[in-house]
C-alpha cells in the first residue's frame, strides 16, 4: 500500500511539473516577446492588436500600384469641366451657388474597367456628400457623366463616410461598423466590427482622410485611415457587379468642394 501511494505522488509531482511547463509555454505563446524594432507598443503581439508576424497596415505601400492620376492634368478621366479641375498636385470638384450640381454628377476614370483591385486615395470635403464609385457603369439615358453601382460613401458631417452604398442601385448595402451578406431577398448583418460612433471619432472633419478599397471576388472592403469601416460579402448574383468603372461624385445640392490626391490602383 505504502509502494501504491508513493508511486502515486510521484505520478502526481511529474504531472504538475509536466503541466506548468505546458502553462509556462502556453502563456508565453501567448504574450510574445516585443518583436525587435516593432517600434514600442504598436509591435508588441497582442498588446498592439496584431498577432506575431502580422504587420500594421502602411498606406503609403505603393508596392505593385499604379498612379492613375498625374498630378497635373485630368488626363485620363472625363468630366463636366463646370466641376471639375486640377490645382496644386489635387483634384478638385466644386460647386457654387452660379454654378450647382442639378443632378449627381461624376468625374470617371477611362483607364479601364478594374474586377479585382486594391484602390489608395486621399480626400478632404467642405460640405454635404461625396463618393468613391467602383465596379459602376455610365447612364447615358439620364445623363452625361452620371453613373450607377457601389459606393465607398463620403460626407462632411460623417454620418456615412465609409458605409458602402450602391448609387442608383439597391442603396445602403453595409452601413459603417457592419459586416453583412447581401442576398436576393435580404440584407444580413454577419457581425458589428466596431459601432458606427466609434468608427466616426477617426475620420478627420475637413481635413485630408486615407480610403483604401478593396475588390475581390464578391467581397467589397473599405479602410480609412488604416481601420476597416464596412465590409460586404455579395451574394445578389443578378445585381452585383463583378467589374467596373471607378469614379468620384459631385453630389447635387448646397454648394461643395472635395478634393482627391495620391490616387493609386492596383489589379488583383
Known amino acids: 500500500m505504502k509502494k501504491l501511494v508513493a508511486v502515486f505522488a510521484a505520478l502526481l509531482v511529474a504531472a504538475l511539473v509536466t503541466f506548468q511547463g505546458t502553462s509556462a509555454g502556453i502563456q508565453q505563446t501567448q504574450n510574445p516577446p516585443p518583436r525587435?524594432?516593432?517600434?514600442?507598443?504598436?509591435?508588441?503581439?497582442?498588446?498592439?492588436?496584431?498577432?506575431?508576424?502580422?504587420?500594421?497596415?502602411?498606406?503609403?505601400?505603393?508596392?505593385?500600384?499604379e498612379s492613375i492620376f498625374d498630378g497635373k492634368s485630368l488626363k485620363g478621366w472625363d468630366g463636366d469641366p463646370t466641376f471639375w479641375r486640377v490645382q496644386d498636385g489635387e483634384i478638385i470638384g466644386e460647386s457654387t451657388p452660379e454654378k450647382p450640381v442639378k443632378v449627381n454628377t461624376f468625374l470617371i476614370w477611362r483607364g479601364g474597367?478594374?474586377?479585382?483591385?486594391e484602390l489608395k486615395l486621399e480626400y478632404r470635403i467642405n460640405s454635404t456628400n461625396s463618393g468613391v464609385q467602383y465596379r459602376s457603369v455610365e447612364l447615358t439615358d439620364v445623363g452625361k457623366w452620371v453613373m450607377k453601382g457601389y459606393q465607398a460613401d463620403i460626407d462632411f458631417a460623417n454620418q456615412y463616410t465609409g458605409q458602402l452604398y450602391?448609387?442608383?442601385?439597391?442603396?445602403?448595402?453595409?452601413?459603417?461598423?457592419?459586416?453583412?451578406?447581401?442576398?436576393?431577398?435580404?440584407?444580413?448583418?454577419?457581425?458589428?466590427?466596431?459601432?458606427?460612433?466609434?468608427?466616426k471619432g477617426l475620420i478627420k472633419a475637413n481635413d485630408w482622410n486615407q480610403f483604401h478599397i478593396i475588390a475581390r471576388g464578391n467581397v467589397l472592403t473599405h479602410i480609412l485611415n488604416g481601420h476597416l469601416m464596412a465590409e460586404a460579402v455579395d451574394d445578389d448574383t443578378p445585381n452585383r457587379a463583378m467589374g467596373g468603372l471607378v469614379g468620384f461624385q459631385l453630389h447635387m445640392g448646397a454648394p461643395m468642394k472635395v478634393e482627391f490626391r495620391n490616387i493609386w490602383l492596383k489589379n488583383l
Request: glycine share 24%; net charge positive.
Open 36 to 65: 525587435q524594432g516593432g517600434g514600442g507598443a504598436q509591435g508588441q503581439g497582442r498588446g498592439g492588436g496584431r498577432g506575431p508576424g502580422i504587420e500594421a497596415l502602411a498606406m503609403d505601400d505603393h508596392t505593385g500600384f
Open 113 to 117: 474597367q478594374p474586377k479585382d483591385f
Open 166 to 199: 450602391e448609387e442608383r442601385g439597391r442603396g445602403f448595402l453595409a452601413m459603417r461598423g457592419q459586416m453583412t451578406r447581401i442576398q436576393s431577398d435580404k440584407r444580413l448583418v454577419v457581425a458589428n466590427l466596431r459601432t458606427g460612433e466609434e468608427l
